[in-house]
T-cell receptor, first 114, second 114 residues
Framework: KQEVTQIPAALSVPEGENLVLNCSFT??????LQWFRQDPGKGLTSLLL?????REQTSGRLNASLDKSSGRSTLYIAASQPGDSATYLC?????????????FGKGTKLSVKP | ETGVTQSPTHLIKTRGQQVTLRCSSQ?????VSWYQQALGQGPQFIFQ???????GRGNFPPRFSGLQFPNYSSELNVNALELDDSALYLC?????????????FGQGTRLTVV
């Protein structure tokens, strides 16, 4: 069964700290991996998309890496700010099956304290 | 460029009723996917529409059905509502031109079944 796991489920850090969110997946035959941000009761905001042929993507203070062989991706947030507080979701698209279907982890709820 | 819009934002229905949720895809996107997100969980894939046809389905019963229109907008219909159908319903649009592009999500429709 193709599953996506995110650890930790919740994280609280002081403002200014650099942090890493983890995502693991059970099947290495991925098509792409996408990181999202979700504010309470809201939709998903796409942060970064990594194609299976790529190792990392960067956008501003965010950097996402992908290691297919180990079934892991990390989202690195530099110099965290209170506005970064949200739930971060990792989603994997696999080859085959219902192609185009994103399989999500349960998310990491991040709280950045001023 | 317009983003993904969903309507309504909130909805309360009685068990056994039927509901229709609507989604307008992002300009230039030809693929629409629907997801169900229960509280504290990651989104679960319901189905996807491409060129007005269902192009993949998750583990949801037939009372969940959909449509895609020539302008690529979409509807999600749920018959015989159950209490467990209470969730945030998310629509995502993307482009399938031989390969899948980044998925963009709407703000969601919060459905409460009483």
């Amino acid at each position: 069964k193709q599953e996506v796991t995110q650890i930790p489920a919740a994280l609280s850090v002081p403002e200014g700290e650099n942090l890493v969110l983890n995502c693991s997946f059970t099947d290495s035959a991925i098509y792409n991996l996408q990181w999202f941000r979700q504010d309470p009761g809201k939709g998903l905001t796409s942060l970064l998309l990594i194609q299976s042929s790529q190792r990392e993507q960067t956008s501003g203070r965010l950097n996402a890496s992908l290691d297919k062989s180990s079934g892991r991706s990390t989202l690195y947030i530099a110099a965290s700010q209170p506005g970064d507080s949200a739930t971060y979701l990792c989603a994997v698209m696999y080859y085959g099956g219902s192609q185009g279907n994103l399989i999500f982890g349960k998310g990491t709820k991040l709280s950045v304290k001023p | 460029e317009t983003g993904v819009t969903q309507s309504p934002t909130h909805l309360i229905k009685t068990r056994g009723q039927q509901v229709t949720l609507r989604c307008s895809s992002q300009s230039g996107h030809n693929t629409v996917s629907w997801y169900q997100q229960a509280l504290g969980q990651g989104p679960q894939f319901i189905f996807q529409y491409y060129r007005e046809e269902e192009n993949g389905r998750g583990n949801f019963p037939p009372r969940f059905s959909g449509l895609q229109f020539p302008n690529y907008s979409s509807e999600l219909n749920v018959n015989a509502l159950e209490l467990d159908d209470s969730a945030l319903y998310l629509c995502a649009s993307s482009s399938n031109q031989g390969r899948y592009t980044e998925a963009f999500f709407g703000q969601g429709t919060r459905l409460t079944v009483v």
